[in-house]
């Protein structure tokens, strides 16, 4: 299965439209698979805050912006949170602990 890899700023796009971005959702779209590290949580609200402190969002876009992302990740079950090696974790929220240990 092929995977399309997104980071953070590729992410970003899919939450607040900039260049690029109806690209994006195209490329998402027909993707049969989507992953993203998990850092990407932390980064994407790190990016809308910079957003806000910059003038170029409002913090009420931003809040939905963020609510969109944190509700969406898996959206699509065949949508993959990678861990820092690569390997899929679950989802946070979904009742399951991660370990580095197991």
């Known amino acids: 299965m092929t995977l399309l890899y997104l980071d953070t700023s590729a992410l970003f796009k899919r939450y607040v439209e900039e260049a ?8 998402i779209e027909d993707a049969p698979a989507v992953g993203t590290p998990l850092i990407t949580r932390v980064e994407v609200a790190a990016a809308l ?3 806000v402190r910059d003038g170029r969002m409002q ?3 931003a809040g939905g912006a963020e609510s969109d992302f944190l509700d969406d990740p898996p959206g699509r079950p065949q949508n993959v949170a990678m861990g820092l090696i690569g390997d899929p974790v679950p989802r946070v929220g979904s009742g399951a602990a991660v370990s580095r240990n197991s």
């Open 59 to 61: 913090a009420a876009d």
């Open 49 to 51: 805050a910079k957003a």
């Open 20 to 27: 690029e971005s109806e690209a994006l959702l195209g490329r």
